[in-house]
């Protein structure tokens, strides 16, 4: 009897019973779905703690600039005067003009060639995105060039120059005067500062805006404060060796998010570009700046010298180390779950295969 009171209760009320089965069923991928939520936000949080904590560490730095160029200028030395950066402006301007006149240009043409798997409002997304891969691959590019051949005499043996590391730290804190690494300098700034408002404008919504903030604004504070403090020729080798490897980012992100792939140079192209950010940004970079930086806060140098100004340099090329490792790291990670579903998808494919051949030979012994 009550297997029958049970079985006339289900049967009563099918709907019921089907949607509390189908609800106990939802609730699982939603539990899972906000235990990730759960997890970014708190990698978002830590980055934004991060860039709080960095604030009046930076504030206190521009302080010590104005410190040090007074130094300098009773001692009748000429300095980089922070005037200099009205060219920063317009060049943060021309850049993202140029960027919204590419996007409108080449929208039409690159949204037909997007892979089919993105749809809707993420294929037009995702267009945008390919488009200003396409302008960074140039950007990075023109000035990746353009640094190797004005300043290859102090580019170091360790990134393929004829110099060492020690030499670009060499005659601060006087003005080292290269012929166009102050335009060089004050044009990469206007990009970084082009980057960090459109990251505060357009993407304040994104999943990994402080990310992606401390990121921008971390390389534009670092570029301000080596100019100003005269570190231009250390930090344009860090602006060389970053934008190096920015170059094989920007377009092997740009090629996969396109229909058609080429199966072995895509996989290659992709382990050349982790090989090139593990090389640069892991080693050359704390190898030659960051420990070069160190030994000189600790070495005594003739007056008027900013101890603070070298101590800031010095923990701001370790706050850059981080990110790169954690962007290696990421880097790495990502090119390992892509093999890793291959490899998956090519096994699925032989089984597959193998299924369908067994199962027409018995078909065919059958036939027989």
């Known amino acids: ?60 730095m521009f302080y010590a600039l104005t ?98 590391c020690t030499v670009n730290f060499r005659g601060y804190p ?3 005067d290269t012929k166009w690494l102050q335009e060089y300098y004050l044009l990469q700034l206007g990009n970084h500062l082009c980057r960090t408002i459109d990251q505060c404008i357009r993407k304040r919504n994104d999943v990994k805006f402080w990310e992606y903030f401390l990121h921008h604004f971390l390389a534009m504070v670092l570029v301000v404060h080596s100019y100003a403090s005269h570190w231009t020729r250390p930090g344009s080798l860090v602006l060389l060796s970053h934008d190096f490897t920015d170059i094989f980012l920007s377009s092997g992100r740009a090629q996969e998010a396109l229909k058609w792939r080429i199966p072995i140079f895509f996989p290659a192209y992709f382990l050349f570009t982790v090989v090139a950010w593990i090389y640069m940004r892991g080693i050359v970079f704390p190898a030659c700046i960051m420990s070069t930086a160190w030994e000189l806060y600790f070495l005594d140098s003739y007056p008027p010298r900013a101890r603070i100004c070298d101590l800031f340099f010095a923990i701001m090329t370790v706050f850059l180390a981080v990110m790169n490792f954690y962007w290696c790291y990421a880097l790495s990670k990502v090119g390992l779950q892509s093999l890793r579903k291959g490899s998956l998808q090519k096994l699925l494919k032989a089984k597959a295969k193998a299924k369908e051949i067994a199962e027409s030979e018995e078909k065919h012994l059958k036939d027989e």
């Not at 609800?23 to 708190?42: A, F, I, L």
């Not at 037009?124 to 290859?152: A, M």
Request: proline share 6%; glycine share 4%.
């Open 174 to 176: 006087y003005y080292q």
């Open 1 to 60: 009897k009550p297997l029958l009171m049970h079985n006339s209760s289900d049967s009563s009320r099918p709907d019921k019973a089907i949607t509390q089965h189908d609800g106990s069923r939802s609730k699982r991928p939603r539990k899972e779905h906000v235990s990730s939520e759960t997890g970014m936000n708190k990698g978002e949080n830590l980055w934004m703690v991060f860039f709080l904590c960095t604030v009046p560490i930076f504030v206190y």
């Open 67 to 164: 410190l040090f160029h007074n130094e300098m200028d009773k001692r009748d030395m000429p300095v980089y005067r922070f005037s200099d950066f009205k060219l920063t402006i317009m060049a943060a301007c021309l850049f993202y003009f140029v960027k919204n006149v590419m996007e409108r240009s080449l929208y039409p043409f690159v949204y037909p060639l997007i892979s089919d798997k993105h749809s809707g409002l993420e294929r037009e997304n995702r267009t945008k995105r390919v488009v200003k891969w396409v302008f960074d691959f140039f950007y990075y590019s023109s000035f990746t060039i353009f640094g190797f051949i004005y300043f290859w005499e102090y580019i170091p043996g360790i990134m393929g120059g004829p110099s060492n």
